[in-house]
């Protein structure tokens, strides 16, 4: 296998919107989720309709001991990975106090913990060999706080912070570390999470755009890539740093309380 990328949630969304494109230049893949069916499908149809090759590993990334699993598997089958792609992710709305725990704990064992782990394990063989690229999938979400979404918010804060220390940490090295930054998108996310009878989900951009802007942007090692955002959502984001955070915070849980249209 050649030009190897591993991504984490693939069986749909960002995720597939990214392995497809990968393999779309010619790249080969590792791909991992939950949904065995779903990565078999996909892994039949990549391999069929771009002559390439492509690895399944079906995990799940909330438990503690997922991502070495998933490094010790890849070295196992003797594979050199040249772009780790961490899209893996989920969200959740409600008040942080109604909401179920051991599911907020798993959004941030997901979200935080297997991205953090999967960099840890696989950033070393980067290092040696001095190349390689990192995505990892944050949000717009990451640049204010989130009331309804209280714990997703923060853990995507995590992944930009994250993300763009390492880059710097890696800056005389030939190793990139990209931050993609969507905003509202049309995946499952908007369902599983509660979020699709919102005010902040009525106007979606596609998939397969913020996977494009997101891998090109990778490509081209830039720190931070904002994507799926309208003009005017845009506007409003540049004008974060010079609003009082209160009236930042009552716009935000506005937002996101379901909508009664």
Not at 137 to 160: C, D, F
Request: with cysteine; hydrophobic share 40%; net charge positive.
């Amino acid at each position: 296998m050649k030009n190897i990328a591993l991504i984490t949630g693939a069986s749909s969304g960002i995720g597939k919107e990214l392995a497809c494109i990968h393999a779309e230049k010619g790249g080969d893949l590792v791909i991992i989720a939950r949904r065995a069916d779903k990565l078999e499908s996909l892994r039949l149809e990549l391999e069929q309709k771009h002559k390439i090759q492509v690895k399944v590993i079906v995990k799940d990334l909330t438990l503690a001991d997922a991502p070495k699993e998933v490094y010790d598997e890849v070295k196992q089958m003797g594979l050199d990975i040249e772009y780790l792609i961490n899209n893996a992710g989920f969200g959740g709305r409600g008040k942080f106090h109604e909401r179920e725990w051991s599911t907020d704990l798993a959004m941030i064992n997901l979200n935080i913990v297997a991205l953090t782990a999967l960099t840890r394990f696989f950033l070393p063989d980067f290092i040696k060999k001095d190349r390689g690229k990192i995505l990892n999938v944050s949000s717009t979400a990451s640049l204010l706080p989130g009331p309804l979404q209280a714990v997703y918010y923060a853990t995507k804060a995590y992944v930009t912070s994250f993300s763009n220390a390492l880059a710097e940490e890696l800056h005389d090295t030939k190793i990139t570390v990209t931050a993609l930054l969507p905003g509202a998108t049309e995946t499952e996310f908007a369902a599983t999470s509660g979020m699709d009878k919102t005010d902040v989900f009525k106007n979606t951009f596609s998939a397969r755009t913020v996977a494009l802007d997101g891998y090109n942007g990778m490509l081209k090692g830039k720190l931070d890539v904002l994507s799926g955002l309208t003009f005017t959502q845009r506007l409003m984001l540049s004008a974060i740093p010079i609003t009082p955070k209160k009236i930042i915070l009552t716009q935000i849980r506005k937002m996101q309380e379901v909508s009664k249209s």
